[in-house]
């Protein structure tokens, strides 16, 4: 993966389908491990942490 510091989410199994985080500036970028070069999504802090807070909340609903 390129310079910046990704974190691998912990919810990745065995395989080839796993989440790259990395938090840079004001921004957060997202990719997957079988191609961590091809797209990645960028989104704001703001927009991060209410994806995470709405994924928690249904999360928790099930």
Request: aromatic fraction near 6%; glycine fraction near 4%; charged fraction near 20%.
């Amino acid at each position: 993966m390129n310079q910046r510091s990704w974190q691998k989410s912990s919810y990745c199994g065995q395989g080839e389908s796993c989440l790259y985080v990395a938090a840079r500036n004001s921004a957060v970028s997202l990719t997957e491990s079988s191609d961590p070069t091809g797209a990645i999504l960028r989104i704001t802090l703001t927009a991060w942490a209410a994806l995470v807070r709405t994924l928690k909340e249904s999360h928790c609903q099930d």
